[in-house]
């Protein structure tokens, strides 16, 4: 990753967390709620929420809020987690994109699927609006929308290839996954496959868990995604044979 992609760094979190902080407001009254979201390929962020929810009686009234995302602290103190908070506007998704946004959420949040059908639920996309990135202990760096959001093109070129990359890695590169799950990620052993492609990273799962690899850089096609797979397949193997190597 360049240094100065920040726009690439938040959405890294974006699309890592699986849960944030949800910030609405009623009458001026400040409100802030834990949310399970995940993330769109052009990074629209997807929450599935019930109407019964104080979140969601706000965003109704309200569509303006903000959700904070927050990674691992760096040492002891909370203040050095990179976290970045996303502005935007909330909106039901329209009917005609459920069905494909709603599974894109579950692949991400496999354990509600015991709930996710339930008739108080539906599922919410923020479109965002800009961003503050806090890289760190003192680091923070506006983004306009333009700065934090993905390339378009490369969105739409690996929503057209996504399908296919996936069946082909899960049908022949299970080993593949497994070296990147245990050897990259730390995962620990499982029966990993690809459930989510986009132009920043990948999604990986064994049952209800659910893990994140980010590519070194944002990628734009299926070749991208290709060959940071290979890197991170070497790297995965690597790690591991070092571990199992005698001393």
Same mark, same amino acid.
């Given at each position: 990753?360049?240094?100065? *992609?920040?726009?690439?760094?938040?959405?890294?979190?974006?699309?890592?967390?699986?849960?944030?902080?949800?910030?609405?407001?009623?009458?001026?009254?400040?409100?802030?709620?834990?949310?399970? +979201?995940?993330?769109?390929?052009?990074?629209?962020?997807?929450?599935?929420?019930?109407?019964?929810?104080?979140?969601?009686?706000?965003?109704?009234?309200?569509?303006?809020?903000?959700?904070?995302?927050?990674?691992?602290?760096?040492?002891?103190?909370?203040?050095?987690?990179?976290?970045?908070?996303?502005?935007? #506007?909330?909106?039901?998704?329209?009917?005609? *994109?459920?069905?494909?946004?709603?599974?894109?959420?579950?692949?991400?949040?496999?354990?509600?699927? #015991?709930?996710?059908?339930?008739?108080?639920?539906?599922?919410?996309?923020?479109?965002?609006?800009?961003?503050?990135?806090?890289?760190?202990?003192?680091?923070?760096?506006?983004l306009r929308v333009?700065?934090?959001?993905?390339?378009?093109?490369?969105?739409?070129?690996?929503?057209a290839s996504e399908?296919?990359?996936?069946?082909?890695?899960?049908?022949?590169?299970? *080993?593949?996954?497994?070296?990147?799950?245990?050897?990259?990620?730390?995962?620990?052993?499982?029966?990993?496959?690809?459930?989510?492609?986009?132009? *920043?990273?990948?999604?990986?799962?064994?049952?209800?868990?659910?893990?994140?690899?980010?590519?070194?850089? +944002?990628?734009?096609?299926?070749?991208?995604?290709?060959?940071?797979?290979?890197?991170?397949?070497?790297?995965?193997?690597?790690?591991?044979?070092?571990? #199992?190597?005698?001393?």
């Amino acid at each position: 990753m360049a240094a100065a *992609d920040h726009g690439f760094e938040a959405r890294c979190l974006v699309r890592a967390a699986a849960s944030a902080t949800l910030a609405t407001s009623m009458e001026g009254q400040p409100f802030a709620s834990l949310v399970t +979201p995940a993330s769109a390929p052009d990074l629209s962020i997807l929450m599935l929420i019930s109407s019964l929810s104080e979140h969601t009686r706000h965003l109704r009234a309200e569509p303006r809020c903000a959700l904070l995302f927050t990674g691992t602290p760096e040492s002891a103190n909370p203040q050095t987690a990179p976290r970045v908070t996303v502005t935007g #506007l909330a909106e039901p998704v329209p009917d005609a *994109d459920v069905t494909a946004l709603k599974a894109r959420w579950l692949a991400r949040h496999p354990y509600a699927a #015991l709930y996710a059908d339930f008739g108080d639920f539906a599922l919410w996309r923020v479109r965002p609006g800009g961003a503050l990135l806090v890289g760190g202990f003192a680091r923070a760096t506006r983004l306009r929308v333009a700065d934090l959001l993905p390339d378009a093109t490369a969105v739409a070129a690996l929503a057209a290839s996504e399908a296919g990359i996936i069946e082909h890695v899960n049908a022949d590169h299970a *080993d593949a996954l497994s070296a990147i799950a245990e050897g990259v990620l730390g995962a620990g052993a499982g029966a990993w496959r690809m459930t989510a492609v986009d132009p *920043d990273g990948c999604d990986l799962s064994s049952g209800e868990r659910v893990i994140r690899l980010s590519w070194p850089a +944002p990628v734009a096609d299926a070749d991208g995604v290709r060959r940071a797979l290979i890197l991170a397949t070497r790297e995965g193997r690597a790690a591991i044979n070092t571990e #199992l190597s005698p001393e």
